[in-house]
């Protein structure tokens, strides 16, 4: 099954799959450099003009607007090859990879949802190196091995929307999409909290991370900083206390959140590394040095 797009031609073979650059990794790369549209670390889609109605083209004398568009597809750089896994299997550890990555991978013929890091560690500020590539995607391959459809269709839909849900431009949409992947997360954690408040807390424990502030419990143990947030949000159209849009909270959620995410993903899938002990306000670039 072909897969993309990853800048990083290592190939690795594990126990019943292997991964390589396909043979025209070098062909595309160039046309990548040559054409894709690029900033921050992104890439976006061709560029489309939106058309003006009659009455507009009447009045107004500048072009309509550029977008870039939401749906596209850009050519494999990747495969991986197995005798054994089924589709589903092999689509699971595709998305697994890019989680290690970085990015967001999926396989040829998928579209990509609107902009697309290609910057590798650009959505969890972490570095694949050595034996990582091999210890990590094994590791990847037991949780799927090991788990029920339920769950393997859970930590998809978590590991896909905590990466594709960084690429959204406003805060509270990244606030959101962490949100809900941190409630994906606690679903299929076996865990057991008597108040939504106390979902990041439990998982903490259970994972042996450390609390972010904003998850802490208020002295009536049934709210925190981060539950009101989410509540204000999600029922009162309103975010950092004021309407969506007036206002940011003080706490930084694209970085924190996302890194609390990003380590019960990778405790979740057996990856042990020593970021699970990195602060929760670590900017650092990390290497992943997955122990077997």
Same mark, same amino acid.
């Given at each position: 099954?072909? #897969?993309? #797009?990853?800048?990083?031609?290592?190939? %690795?073979?594990?126990?019943?799959?292997?991964?390589?650059?396909? !043979?025209?990794?070098?062909?595309?790369?160039?046309? #990548?450099?040559?054409?894709?549209?690029?900033?921050?670390?992104?890439?976006?889609?061709?560029?489309?003009? $939106?058309?003006?109605?009659?009455?507009?083209?009447?009045? %107004?004398?500048?072009?309509?607007?550029?977008?870039?568009?939401? #749906? %596209?597809?850009?050519?494999?750089?990747?495969?991986?090859?197995?005798?054994?896994?089924?589709?589903?299997?092999?689509? &699971?550890?595709? $998305?697994?990879?890019? &989680?290690?990555?970085?990015?967001?991978?999926?396989?040829?013929?998928?579209?990509?949802?609107?902009?697309?890091?290609?910057?590798?560690?650009?959505?969890?500020?972490?570095?694949?190196?050595?034996?990582?590539?091999?210890?990590?995607?094994?590791?990847?391959?037991?949780?799927?091995?090991?788990?029920?459809?339920?769950?393997?269709?859970?930590? &998809?839909?978590?590991?896909?929307?905590?990466?594709?849900?960084?690429?959204?431009? &406003?805060?509270?949409?990244?606030?959101?999409?962490?949100?809900?992947?941190?409630?994906?997360?606690?679903?299929?954690?076996?865990?057991?909290?008597? %108040?939504?408040?106390?979902?990041?807390?439990?998982?903490?424990?259970?994972?042996?991370l450390k609390l972010p502030s904003w998850a802490e419990l208020d002295s009536t143990g049934r709210k925190s900083v981060l539950s009101i947030q989410r509540n204000e949000l999600v029922h009162e159209a309103k975010y950092g206390g004021y309407p969506i849009g007036f206002s940011y909270p003080d706490e930084n959620y694209s970085l924190e959140l996302t890194s609390f995410n990003t380590k019960l993903i990778a405790a979740m899938l057996?990856?042990?590394? !020593?970021?699970?002990?990195?602060?929760?306000?670590?900017?650092?670039?990390?290497?992943?040095?997955?122990?077997?």
């Amino acid at each position: 099954m072909k #897969f993309g #797009f990853l800048i990083d031609k290592k190939s %690795f073979e594990c126990s019943c799959f292997r991964v390589a650059p396909i !043979p025209e990794f070098n062909s595309v790369m160039e046309e #990548f450099y040559r054409s894709a549209r690029v900033s921050n670390g992104w890439f976006y889609g061709p560029e489309q003009e $939106l058309k003006k109605t009659t009455n507009e083209n009447r009045k %107004f004398k500048e072009r309509g607007p550029v977008n870039c568009s939401s #749906f %596209f597809r850009i050519s494999p750089t990747h495969e991986i090859i197995s005798n054994t896994c089924t589709e589903e299997h092999l689509r &699971f550890l595709i $998305l697994g990879y890019g &989680f290690l990555q970085g990015i967001y991978l999926t396989p040829e013929d998928y579209s990509y949802l609107g902009r697309t890091a290609y910057e590798l560690g650009k959505l969890n500020g972490l570095r694949l190196s050595g034996d990582d590539y091999v210890n990590g995607m094994e590791a990847i391959n037991q949780f799927y091995l090991l788990s029920d459809s339920e769950v393997r269709k859970q930590m &998809f839909s978590s590991i896909h929307w905590h990466l594709i849900g960084q690429s959204y431009y &406003f805060d509270w949409d990244r606030f959101d999409s962490q949100y809900k992947t941190l409630d994906g997360l606690y679903k299929i954690s076996g865990i057991k909290a008597k %108040f939504h408040a106390e979902r990041p807390v439990e998982l903490a424990k259970r994972y042996n991370l450390k609390l972010p502030s904003w998850a802490e419990l208020d002295s009536t143990g049934r709210k925190s900083v981060l539950s009101i947030q989410r509540n204000e949000l999600v029922h009162e159209a309103k975010y950092g206390g004021y309407p969506i849009g007036f206002s940011y909270p003080d706490e930084n959620y694209s970085l924190e959140l996302t890194s609390f995410n990003t380590k019960l993903i990778a405790a979740m899938l057996g990856i042990d590394t !020593p970021y699970l002990a990195a602060e929760p306000d670590n900017r650092d670039y990390w290497g992943w040095d997955i122990k077997k």
